[in-house]
């Protein structure tokens, strides 16, 4: 598979996060967390809180492991003997929504979206005091955190809103900049694209990537100005299906995209945009690779896979 060495074999796998110093490796299952030491592959741990975890996050030294879950809990272990030492779950006054989250530098302080009156807005929230503060002013349907944008040290949000009458659903970009530097944000607008399933900053070549429905990537400079290209993936030998895209990635040094979609894994050169690997994988959900490209990590509803990355110069 993917001409890759497989490592490791996993149960279900809706995210495989590996820890910056590649020593752990986590993999979140329908109602628990499991670690592994990667020197010897073996199972650490299983932690059942919260339960249906969504989205992992260590912490720069590696001494904390946030795990937030599909309905807004959020636990945090240490990670030598993996006690749970905070948690925090949606009050009266807020509410944690489903998605990822940034982990800022103030201890504890996590950059994340609640919803505040009915409304849904971007904050800083101190997992240890409760306390958060409101980073924006927005109306929309739903917001929510794609990354970190080191090119003007933003978090980059997509807002969807309703339009029109009938109510059709488009996006607009909002980049929010770290409240410990400066508590400001910015809406981008007219980017000539009304719609998107994916959107994704690569930092080697600092460029926007849009995945659009109709396989269709835009590829846009790093101040969101200009279109430096448009490529449609059927016209590279991509068979259309009714699948839709959940995941994008890029390895480490700049050389791959990795789209993940409901039905398939597709790795595509940068340079050109053109497939050079493409594995049919069943309510696939997840690929990427390693911080260092060492790794291939891939989830799908039933199993996930750890390859050793071997790519270099294959061609489809």
Aim: proline letters at 2%.
């Amino acid at each position: 598979m993917f001409q890759m060495n497989l490592i490791k074999n996993l149960k279900t796998s809706y995210e495989i996060v590996l820890s910056n110093d590649k020593r752990l490796l986590c993999h979140t299952m329908g109602g628990k967390t499991v670690i592994f030491e990667t020197e010897t592959w073996e199972k650490v741990i299983e932690l059942t809180k919260p339960n249906n975890p969504d989205t992992l996050h260590f912490s720069k030294n590696d001494e904390l492991l946030y795990i937030k879950n599909t309905v807004g809990t959020i636990c945090v272990y240490e990670t030598k003997k993996f006690q749970l030492i905070k948690t925090i779950k949606s009050r009266k006054s807020f509410q944690i929504e489903e998605g990822n989250f940034a982990l800022l530098n103030k201890p504890f302080t996590i950059l994340d979206v609640l919803k505040i009156n009915d409304r849904k807005q971007v904050c800083a929230l101190n997992i240890e005091t409760g306390i958060y503060e409101i980073l924006t002013e927005l109306e929309g349907t739903h917001i929510e955190f794609n990354q970190f944008i080191p090119y003007d040290n933003s978090y980059l949000f997509t807002l969807s809103y309703l339009e029109g009458v009938k109510g059709y659903l488009k996006y607009k970009l909002v980049k929010v900049v770290d409240p410990s530097v400066e508590r400001s944000y910015s809406i981008v607008e007219n980017l000539g694209l009304t719609n998107w399933d994916l959107v994704y900053y690569e930092p080697i070549h600092q460029v926007y990537i849009f995945v659009h429905k109709d396989y269709e990537l835009t590829i846009m400079d790093a101040e969101l100005k200009t279109v430096l290209k448009k490529v449609n993936l059927t016209e590279n030998g991509v068979q259309s299906t009714d699948e839709y895209f959940v995941h994008i990635a890029a390895s480490y040094d700049g050389s791959y995209i990795v789209l993940t979609s409901s039905d398939r894994v597709f790795i595509l050169g940068f340079e050109d945009l053109i497939p050079i690997q493409i594995e049919e994988l069943e309510y696939a959900c997840f690929a990427e690779f390693s911080k260092d490209d060492t790794y291939f990590l891939v989830g799908t509803w039933s199993k996930g896979f750890v390859f050793e990355n071997n790519l270099k110069g294959l061609k489809l």
